[in-house]
T-cell receptor
Framework: KAGVTQTPRYLIKTRGQQVTLSCSPI?????VSWYQQTPGQGLQFLFE???????NKGNFPGRFSGRQFSNSRSEMNVSTLELGDSALYLC???????????????FGPGTRLLVL | GESVGLHLPTLSVQEGDNSIINCAYSNSASDYFIWYKQESGKGPQFIID?????DKRQGQRVTVLLNKTVKHLSLQIAATQPGDSAVYFCAENYSTIQGAQKLVFGQGTRLTINP
């Protein structure tokens, strides 16, 4: 079974631009979560989507947004990029049952974003 | 508050020795914990998990211990190999009754295996 895939793997943008990152979950997984990883802040939760709905959101400004499609693929968008947005953006998927079950999240390789 | 922390940022062990990586968490209501391994240039890889109704779980060469009294987790790796060199994260899974998932990660420990 293929794992979580993310595209692109690397991106270079300049301040003020916007960027869209893509994530394809493991087949059959309906929940997709996004995380930001930086040396200073570590791994931080951005948001989680299930059945095209955002179920949970972390403490990030409104410049960070996402969406999920009917095939469970997800995109996240960062508008008006700042230097501090340079990070590894990780996507994780899980089965995402509707009840409060504990589930393992499996990560993709990440998209490394550099903002100049 | 939401925080999962690690006691040691780096750890070096000799190949073949056992290693122990520690983690403290703050939410006493947490009931599911996961250890991930992250190699350079890759995303976190699931190693082992444990639920709060257990105090020990074993996998292949890895054991996770959970002490709910002091809110402490540890990951034991037996007979370490060069391929075990990586950064190890503990994570606390927050889930709502509606099923919303969120992982809160520790800072990570860099494990180096010396030949």
């Amino acid at each position: 079974k293929a794992g979580v895939t993310q595209t692109p793997r690397y991106l270079i943008k300049t301040r003020g631009q916007q960027v869209t990152l893509s994530c394809s979950p493991i087949s059959g997984h309906r929940s997709v979560s996004w995380y930001q990883q930086t040396p200073g802040q570590g791994l931080q939760f951005l948001f989680e989507y299930f059945s095209e709905t955002q179920r949970n959101k972390g403490n990030f400004p409104g410049r960070f947004s996402g969406r999920q499609f009917s095939n469970s693929r997800s995109e996240m968008n960062v508008s008006t990029l700042e230097l501090g947005d340079s990070a590894l953006y990780l996507c994780a998927s899980s089965k995402g049952w509707a009840s409060g079950n504990q589930e393992t999240q499996y990560f993709g390789p990440g998209t490394r974003l550099l903002v100049l | 508050g939401e925080s999962v922390g690690l006691h040691l940022p780096t750890l070096s062990v000799q190949e073949g020795d056992n290693s122990i990586i520690n983690c403290a968490y703050s939410n006493s209501a947490s009931d599911y914990f996961i250890w991930y391994k992250q190699e350079s240039g890759k995303g976190p890889q699931f190693i082992i998990d444990i639920r709060s109704n257990m105090d020990k779980r074993q996998g292949q060469r890895v054991t996770v211990l959970l002490n709910k009294t002091v809110k402490h987790l540890s990951l034991q790796i037996a007979a370490t190999q060069p391929g075990d060199s990586a950064v190890y994260f503990c994570a606390e899974n927050y889930s709502t009754i509606q099923g919303a998932q969120k992982l809160v990660f520790g800072q990570g420990t860099r494990l180096t295996i010396n030949p």
